[in-house]
DNA sequence: TTGAAAATTGTAATCATTACAAAATTAAAA
DNA sequence: TTTTAATTTTGTAATGATTACAATTTTCAA
């Protein structure tokens, strides 16, 4: 698979070893636009790569979103969850099922008043509702 | 005083029992805006009300959050955060101390696209970065 | 005054995350 | 290639926030 190459190049660009398990967390997370958490992302890889420890994907989320390779998303009480679209989007989260989704921005104009002169390096928007599924059921 | 009897009223308009712990809470949460967790709020509290279980701090927080009264913050890794005011404002934090700000909203402008139709409720604006003190450490 | 419903409390359980040390792997030096 | 050091992975144990639950207390209405 040549897509492993462009993975291997991307984890190498930011400086960060390429080990097959480092890979596997990153392509999974490609290739999933779930936002899913530590063990939805485990669960997945635990076949692949059966000496895979938990201990292990949460080490490697951490390396990649230092690195600015993943994004680390704070919208559900219970886990974080990962997204590998790191760039600006808005995030919807269903009340209900608690489904995560990407919401591509059309347009963005924000002013906030900011007197104390807190120096802002990162916006994230998150959305909550329902989701379709959901919204139907309880009508 | 009677900030408390607003505080009262507020609850019951909510259909909120005004208990003695939850007017604390409440009480506690309008005079301090710094989006306490709950750690913070029975550190507080506890001297007042002697009697007082983190637990109760739990219920109440969720009883006060479901109603609408106050807010429930995700911004911080490690804890929930409430904050009483409901109207839209963004919240900062900054990555080195993990204080957590509010910022009024000057002006806000947004469309996203949403083919998948969901039903959006809420939107939550967070800016992250470096407050003033740690931003000057840092250099 | 009494009894039912609601709220509070303390303890135990759960569950996500982190700490840590040992084992395995990789890269670099000789 | 062999040796050595650094890095990564792994499993287990610890931590810490939150929730479950049952007992107690308080409140409210009959």
Avoid: W
Avoid at 14 to 23: F, H, K, N, T
């Amino acid at each position: 698979m040549n897509n492993n190459i462009n993975i291997q190049k991307k984890l190498q660009s930011l400086e960060i070893r390429p080990s097959v398990q480092r890979m596997a967390v990153m392509d999974y997370l490609m290739k999933h636009r779930t936002h899913p958490t530590i063990d939805t992302i485990y669960g997945a890889l635990q076949y692949k790569i059966p000496t895979l420890s938990k201990t292990t994907v949460y080490n490697i989320v951490k390396t990649l979103s230092e690195s600015g390779a993943i994004q680390t998303i704070f919208i559900d009480e219970k886990n974080l969850r990962y997204d590998a679209q790191t760039e600006q989007h808005a995030h919807f989260k269903c009340n209900s099922c608690g489904m995560v989704a990407d919401l591509p921005i059309k347009e963005l104009q924000v002013k906030v008043k900011n007197p104390e002169k807190l120096s802002i390096e990162e916006l994230h928007l998150y959305y909550k509702g329902l989701c379709k599924k959901c919204k139907n059921k309880h009508k």
